[in-house]
């Protein structure tokens, strides 16, 4: 598929034919992430996109489901994104789904109008990672937008007819802002009020910038209960109106999915057990953890 560096994916897109018409990330600043820092943000041009696509057809004819790669795509030209849908469905005759990664300033850049003629070429669901709530870990970060921002880019997504996946990351603020990450943060989903959310926990490759703020001490990170403690907090200041909810990624400690708000009583039970009685043998192991 003629794939360049790394290739990353949701979870939820393990089925998918990968299609990398675009490379890296436009933003690439985030010091929590190492996934594009070897790649230079470029987007491919027609004639790599349109060879892309013909091996595609050839390797996956019955695809019923594609994912538009890298980490930032959403960030493509609206012309030349729809252009690219209209080929896959007719290139594709099952096909049923398409997603792509949707960076925060990049959804704000495409005006409703754009976003819902997305919709209508055939894209389905934006994964946007919001990450935290809270304006202090934000720019700390180096998300590159304010809370008001990233509400006004998730709600950008709903109000065009696309699904939208959010992802938050448990222990972002370290232990000095924990409860401020849990409340800020369950704020801003309510706010957006996403079909999808996604939390993952907090894990570091050795480069990555937050790294060294680790290693000399100033950022603290949370132990295994403090990050469920935390995830605690959040959900339990969660108001959304119909949301899936997934915290069954590898980084996880404790594998949990519910529909909110329906089934709310039952995951705060089970996250309370598991923290009060300090069950250790409930969770991930450390070696099993990772992205």
């Not at 299609?19 to 943000?41: E, R, W």
């Not at 070429?121 to 590159?144: P, T």
């Not at 100033?218 to 969660?238: C, D, H, I």
């Amino acid at each position: 598929m003629f794939y360049e560096g790394k290739i990353f994916r949701p979870p939820s897109e393990a089925k998918s034919v990968i299609l990398q018409i675009s490379v890296g990330c436009k933003h690439n600043a985030c010091t929590f992430c190492t996934m594009y820092k070897d790649k230079s943000f470029r987007i491919k041009s027609r004639a790599e996109i349109k060879d892309i696509l013909s091996v595609a057809q050839a390797q996956e004819p019955d695809a019923e489901r594609v994912f538009l790669a890298d980490g930032d795509a959403i960030a493509i030209n609206t012309d030349l994104l729809t252009e690219i849908l209209d080929e896959l469905y007719q290139k594709f005759p099952h096909l049923k789904r398409v997603g792509i990664y949707g960076g925060p300033k990049d959804i704000l850049a495409k005006s409703s109008e754009e976003l819902a003629a997305l919709k209508a070429h055939g894209l389905n669901i934006v994964y946007l990672g919001v990450e935290s709530g809270n304006e202090s870990i934000l720019r700390s970060v180096c998300k590159g937008v304010t809370t008001d921002q990233m509400i006004a880019a998730g709600q950008r997504v709903r109000a065009s007819g696309l699904t939208l996946s959010c992802t938050v990351i448990t222990g972002l603020g370290g232990k000095a802002l924990s409860h401020e990450h849990a409340i800020d943060t369950a704020h801003v989903i309510s706010q957006i009020d996403p079909e999808y959310l996604g939390a993952l926990t907090l894990m570091l490759e050795e480069d990555a910038p937050l790294a060294k703020a680790i290693k000399d001490g100033s950022f603290q990170v949370l132990s295994p209960f403090e990050s469920l403690k935390e995830l605690r907090t959040m959900l339990g200041n969660l108001k959304v109106s119909n949301c899936i909810f997934r915290s069954n990624h590898a980084s996880n400690y404790l594998s949990l999915r519910a529909t909110l708000p329906d089934d709310r009583d039952e995951l705060l039970r089970t996250l309370d057990s598991t923290i009060n009685n300090h069950t250790i043998e409930s969770l991930r192991p450390e070696y099993w953890r990772g992205f």
